[in-house]
């Protein structure tokens, strides 16, 4: 059996924006989890037999007042399993039946997903993971980085945004844009331009 706790993982950021997402739970840490799904876009489902005030308030989450049964992964994309321990095993469990991935709060063997410390900045988004092993270091981790990004690293996206436009247009292989938006970067902070209205290439 593959030891899923101790397996390399494959970083991906999900687009759950209109998607169907079930939160079991509705204590202190699935109320931490929820506002980040629903920045996300998704559509949330909180399952619980008794709710936080802060469950309550948000406008849009479906609030389904009993326990936990597998019938509620039907149709879903993603699930945060946020419940007490026994209830969490639940949850993982079906979800694995169903094929649906899985974020177990502080379980890391019945995890199929972990969450990381997050950060967004001007249109960009790094996230750190442990790999589920130690949270706390990929918030430390992340606050660390968080003082390397510029504050006007949203000048950044817009230039290399623009610059890719360019790039495509003019068929420039990928091998060779990385370099050259680095140069372009370069040559944007070189002119003092917090605006940049052309990139060069």
Same mark, same amino acid.
Do not use: C
């Given at each position: 059996? =593959?030891?899923r706790?101790h397996t390399?993982? /494959? $970083?991906v950021?999900?687009?759950?924006?209109?998607?169907?997402?079930?939160?079991?739970?509705a204590?202190?840490v699935?109320?931490?989890?929820l506002? #980040?799904l629903?920045r996300?876009?998704?559509?949330?489902?909180v399952?619980?037999?008794?709710?936080?005030?802060?469950?309550?308030?948000? #406008? *849009?989450?479906? =609030?389904? %007042?009993?326990?936990?049964? $597998?019938r509620?992964l039907?149709n879903v994309?993603?699930?945060?399993? &946020?419940?007490?321990?026994?209830v969490?095993? %639940?949850?993982?469990?079906?979800?694995?039946?169903?094929?649906?991935?899985v974020?177990?709060?502080?379980?890391?063997e019945?995890?199929?997903? /972990?969450? *990381?410390?997050?950060?967004r @900045?001007g *249109?960009?988004?790094?996230?750190?993971?442990?790999e589920?092993?130690?949270? &706390? +270091? &990929?918030? +430390?981790?992340r606050e660390?980085?968080?003082?390397?990004?510029?504050?006007?690293?949203d !000048?950044?996206?817009?230039? &290399?945004?623009?610059l @890719? @436009?360019? %790039?495509?247009a003019?068929?420039?292989?990928?091998?060779?844009?990385?370099?050259? =938006?680095?140069?372009? =970067?370069? !040559?944007? /902070?070189?002119?003092?331009?917090a605006?940049?209205?052309?990139v060069?290439?």
């Amino acid at each position: 059996m =593959l030891d899923r706790a101790h397996t390399p993982l /494959y $970083p991906v950021f999900l687009k759950l924006a209109g998607q169907a997402v079930l939160l079991v739970g509705a204590g202190k840490v699935a109320s931490a989890r929820l506002p #980040e799904l629903l920045r996300a876009g998704a559509r949330v489902t909180v399952v619980a037999p008794v709710a936080r005030a802060e469950i309550m308030s948000h #406008e *849009g989450v479906i =609030l389904v %007042q009993r326990p936990f049964v $597998p019938r509620d992964l039907d149709n879903v994309w993603f699930v945060v399993a &946020a419940a007490p321990p026994e209830v969490n095993r %639940q949850v993982a469990a079906a979800a694995q039946e169903r094929r649906v991935f899985v974020n177990v709060v502080d379980d890391l063997e019945r995890a199929s997903a /972990y969450t *990381g410390g997050v950060f967004r @900045r001007g *249109g960009v988004t790094i996230a750190v993971s442990t790999e589920g092993r130690a949270p &706390a +270091l &990929a918030g +430390l981790l992340r606050e660390g980085l968080e003082t390397l990004i510029p504050e006007d690293v949203d !000048t950044w996206v817009r230039a &290399a945004a623009q610059l @890719r @436009r360019e %790039q495509r247009a003019a068929g420039v292989p990928m091998r060779e844009r990385r370099p050259l =938006l680095l140069n372009a =970067l370069n !040559t944007l /902070y070189a002119e003092g331009e917090a605006e940049p209205a052309e990139v060069r290439w």
